[in-house]
Nanobody, 121 residues
């Protein structure tokens, strides 16, 4: 069984900063891509940022220059540092990992439970 456990998030004023982390645990052989997605009320879930095991990153245009994704492969953990937060960043943020379990024949996509980020104006 694999679990993704997120921490961080909360309430912050516009212009402030928050950090999120997500640790994957369980029967994990390797993790290819880890990332963060978000879903605001009434909207579809959207990509925020992803990072490969080799450190290649990809960001949504709306967060480029403000958010930084990183990961610790040894800890199976991904981080998201969010600076210059805006009210439109308010959403539930979900961790995602595409990983291979021990004995698995193909990679499987897993999601965390989500953590609320609220930015007040």
């Amino acid at each position: 069984q694999v679990q993704l456990v997120e921490s961080g998030g909360g309430l912050v004023q516009a212009g402030g900063s928050l950090s999120l982390s997500c640790a994957a645990s369980g029967s994990i052989f390797s993790i290819n891509i880890m990332g963060w997605y978000r879903q605001a009320p009434g909207k579809q879930r959207e990509l925020v940022a992803t990072i490969t095991s080799g450190g290649r990153t990809n960001y949504a245009d709306s967060v480029k220059g403000r958010f930084t994704i990183s990961r610790d492969n040894g800890k199976n953990t991904v981080y998201l540092v969010m600076n210059s937060l805006k009210p439109e960043d308010t959403a539930v943020y979900y961790c995602n990992a595409d990983l291979m379990q021990f004995g698995g024949v193909r990679s499987i996509n897993y999601w965390g439970q989500g953590t609320q980020v609220t930015v007040s104006s």
